[in-house]
Structure formats: structure tokens, C-alpha cells
């Protein structure tokens, strides 16, 4: 488990985001026994602070019961609160921690080709390489109206919707997924794992906040090599 930059989650947060994600995948079932702390804590490659510090979080969130003299185990059934939440994405074998490469950020007027969102004439046009846990998995191309509020590559964290929150004041209650195929577009970087042109996974999205229109439009590209899109119904 490694803090790739600045602007990443603080590793307690992604650890309790990636234990979180391995409980809806099915990877860690309700009831089970999570390994020793400090057998678990070398395998994340943290100190046993830090896997303690997420093991609370995850305690507090009710996905976890602490019996003294026994361990730390599962207990699936209760109410997420994650920072992925509305992250759809998945390895074959199920969740992943999901991180991200910041590629470029414009503000640029709206292309004809998207469809209506927000307020503006305007957006915040942000790229990105996104991964789970090491695993290179998709491009992607976010559009936030800029009425949501300034952005800047050297603010922006691994999960959008924390930056939405924490740095722009708004939450993001709800979206739509369309999910098909497309082609990798051009400016995807050589390190993506198919060429420009390829057919790939696709998924377009619109997002709202507090108000009728949305705020927020982004597509996706990604590599079914190497992952799913997932939707759990419950």
C-alpha cells in the first residue's frame, strides 16, 4: 500500500476503501476472521497504526466487529459510506482500490458533442489514467460545468467526488450509467494498455449534486482485459 503523491487519500482511508471494496465483491464474507494486524499490515506494506486507524474507521461504519482476544470480523450487512461508492469499476477477481494519474486539466468551452449539462457555457475538462491497486485499467474524461467551481491538477485527489466535497462545497447524490462499447480515443497515453482506436468497455455518465441539471458529465474507456463494470442490485 503506497501514498503515490500528495493528493492522494492518506493510506488509512484507502485501506479502509479497499477492505470495504473486497466486502461487496464477495472477497471478504460476512463473518470472517480478517488476518493478524500485523500479518495483515505487512501484506499492505503499513505499520499496524495505520491498519488500526482503518480497522476503527471500518468498525465505526458497523463493517467490522473488534472481539477482544479473537480478531476483527466481517460483518457485511451494514451501510456503506465510501468514498468509491459510485465507483463501478472492478478486477476480474473482484474489487481493487481504485487510483488515479492526472493526464491534463482546461477549462474549455463545451464541445458540440456532449450532451446538455449545468449551467455554463464552460467546463473544467479533466483526463486521467485510472488504475486498480497497480493495475493499469481505463482512460477517462470528466466534464464538471464550471459553475461547480474552479479546478486545478495540482488540488485534485484520487477520488473526484472527495475533491467535490472537500475543496467545492457540493456532493454528488446521484447518476446515470450508459455502458457499451466505444474506441480508446487519441490522446490516451502509450502507457494505457490498448492502443487508440481499439474497442474497448465504455461508460458515459451524468451526475447531479442539489439541482435539476446535471453537474457533471464523464466517459470512460476501459480495458475488459482487466476489468468489469459492476452493479450490485439490493
Excluded at 110 to 127: E, H, S, T
Amino acid at each position: 500500500m503506497t501514498n503515490r503523491s500528495r493528493n492522494a487519500l492518506p493510506v488509512y482511508v484507502q485501506i479502509a476503501e479497499l477492505i470495504m471494496r473486497d466486502i461487496d465483491a464477495g472477497r471478504l464474507l460476512d463473518g470472517e476472521r480478517l488476518p493478524p494486524e500485523r500479518e495483515m499490515s505487512a501484506s499492505l506494506n503499513t505499520s499496524v497504526g495505520t491498519l488500526r486507524k482503518a480497522l476503527g474507521e471500518l468498525t465505526e461504519k458497523g463493517l467490522l466487529e473488534r472481539i477482544q482476544g479473537s480478531g476483527n470480523y466481517v460483518r457485511a450487512g451494514a451501510t456503506r459510506d465510501s468514498v468509491y461508492g459510485m465507483f463501478r469499476l472492478e478486477l476480474h477477481e473482484g474489487g481493487g482500490l481504485p487510483r488515479a494519474d492526472v493526464l491534463s486539466v482546461e477549462t474549455l468551452a463545451k464541445p458540440d458533442d456532449l450532451p446538455d449539462f449545468g449551467y455554463a457555457a464552460r467546463a473544467a475538462r479533466i483526463r486521467r489514467l485510472r488504475y486498480l491497486n497497480d493495475t493499469i485499467i481505463a482512460v477517462e474524461e470528466i466534464w464538471l460545468d464550471e459553475s461547480a467551481g474552479k479546478v486545478t491538477a495540482s488540488a485534485l485527489s484520487d477520488s473526484l467526488y472527495r475533491f467535490y466535497q472537500k475543496q467545492l462545497g457540493f456532493w454528488i447524490t446521484r447518476a446515470e450509467d450508459r455502458v457499451g462499447i466505444g474506441q480508446v480515443p487519441t490522446w490516451a497515453p502509450a502507457t494505457f494498455t490498448k492502443a487508440p482506436g481499439t474497442t474497448v468497455g465504455f461508460v458515459e455518465r451524468l451526475s447531479w449534486a442539489d439541482k435539476d441539471a446535471p453537474i457533471e458529465y464523464s466517459r470512460t474507456w476501459f480495458d475488459t482485459d482487466q476489468a468489469l463494470y459492476v452493479q450490485r442490485l439490493k
